[in-house]
């Protein structure tokens, strides 16, 4: 509860810079194609705070309600104009004016982000080495050939400096089922190449730990399979300890700690048997996890923590590009991040990826929260993740967003007249339910989970 104060403020502070980002995108090329704007709102509502500047006398206005933003220009569709200004109205303009205009929200977000990566990878981003610290066994990385101690130079003939660091390109040819080859060098400093076949993963595996629990690489820090603590739960009252190191559930063997998470998950309330090794000793234990509900389904828990093998300080690393070099990864990240995406939200739709990954501002407000009070950097790429999906939602060829009148404009070129006011308006109304339905389903998700 005490970080709710932060959350609040992180929130709203990200959402004013990236509204900011996105109005004055429009309104930067709507000043230099000739466009009057009438009004700069961050927010909507009531207004707390307002101005006026510049020769056109536009109206700086900070409104109540913090979750959008608009650039109200001249146009005779919303209202008389004067005929000496009637040159200047967004309406008169032809196709070339009025398609960059509205796409120039959007294509902001898209440049603030490249910067924000490009100053992060200038600052430089505290990592860890990308050393293999554990090769699941059966794992299609063990099929492949890598051993604990490789150490990863390359995916798909990127360099990578630091582990995860070609996560979401990864994740993204998992999507795809597509293969991937990685480069990395053994204990020896002997360079090899493997190819991973990733159409074998489950649809289970494809997600952000895809690394770990889908191909079955393990980075530093090394969790063990041994219980490293232990809060007041079932694992405490049968008998469990700090230091035991779990060997099998149920009789089905024990190699990570995740499978210890994979096989209680499906158990809550049912007694099942833990067969460990205490100081040398073998012990079994008859425990019944406790039902937890997450992410809208129920769970067992005992209440045990895994133990985290300290990392060794030669596994720290700083990754620092020149500036040429963090242009181009930063622009390939917000591309990467902007098709994945993309990606997502197309199997959503499909239905191959559950809607409960859809968030609203609460769960966004938390995101912001827990990344500003870890520090600036991880602000910052939270900052640049969200401009990317804001970019990518208005793009949508939705009525109402930028996409949905880049679509309109789109029939009015080939038709060669605009489109109907009554397509328009008829537009409109599917977009504004589509919306308010999308916003319906991330409340409702955002409150799942807080209540839960």
Do not use: C
């Amino acid at each position: 509860m005490t970080d709710i104060p932060l959350y609040i403020v992180a929130f709203v502070v990200a959402l004013g810079i990236l509204i900011v980002v996105h109005e004055f995108g429009h309104f930067w090329v709507a000043k230099r194609l000739g466009v009057k704007v009438l009004r700069f709102s961050i927010g909507f509502g009531k207004p707390l705070y307002k101005r006026t500047f510049g020769r056109d006398q536009t109206e700086l206005v900070i409104a109540a309600l913090p979750l959008g933003g608009f650039v109200k220009m001249l146009d005779e569709t919303e209202g008389p104009v004067e005929p000496a200004e009637a040159a200047r109205a967004f309406n008169r303009q032809p196709l070339w004016k009025r398609i960059p205009i509205v796409a120039a929200g959007p294509i902001f977000n898209f440049l603030f982000a490249i910067l924000i990566y490009w100053v992060v990878y200038l600052i430089g981003i505290d990592g860890i080495r990308p050393v293999i610290a554990k090769v699941a066994a059966g794992s299609i990385a063990e099929q492949a050939g890598f051993h604990a101690g490789d150490e990863i130079l390359a995916i798909d003939g990127k360099e990578v400096q630091s582990w995860g660091q070609r996560r979401l390109e990864l994740l993204s040819r998992a999507l795809d089922r597509e293969s991937v080859t990685i480069d990395a060098k053994d204990a020896d400093g002997k360079v090899y190449s493997r190819t991973l076949d990733l159409q074998k993963l489950a649809a289970s595996a494809l997600d952000t730990d895809l690394m770990e629990h889908g191909i079955g690489l393990q980075g530093y820090p090394l969790v063990l399979p041994e219980v490293g603590s232990l809060e007041d739960g079932p694992g405490k009252r049968a008998g469990l300890q700090v230091g035991d190191r779990v060997i099998s559930i149920d009789g089905q063997p024990v190699h990570e700690w995740h499978d210890v998470l994979v096989f209680l998950r499906d158990r809550a309330g049912k007694p099942v048997q833990i067969a460990v090794e205490r100081n040398g000793k073998p012990l079994s234990f008859a425990v019944t996890p406790d039902a937890f509900t997450r992410d809208g389904k129920t769970i067992g828990r005992i209440g045990v923590g895994p133990r985290v093998v300290e990392l060794p300080p030669d596994m720290y690393k700083k990754v620092r590009l020149g500036p040429l070099d963090a242009l181009v990864e930063a622009t390939a990240n917000t591309w990467s991040m902007s098709v994945l995406t993309l990606d997502i939200l197309y199997r959503m739709v499909t239905l191959e990826i559950s809607s409960k990954n859809i968030s609203g501002p609460i769960t966004i407000a938390q995101y912001a929260g827990q990344s500003a009070k870890i520090g600036l950097t991880p602000f910052l790429m939270f900052l640049a993740v969200i401009s990317i999906s804001l970019a990518v939602l208005n793009l949508l060829p939705v009525p109402v967003l930028d996409g949905g009148h880049l679509l309109f404009y789109a029939m009015e070129a080939i038709k060669g007249s605009p489109v109907s006011e009554r397509t328009v308006l008829m537009g409109h109304r599917i977009g504004i339910a589509l919306l308010a339905a999308l916003m319906a389903l991330a409340f409702y998700n955002d409150l799942t989970r807080v209540f839960q």
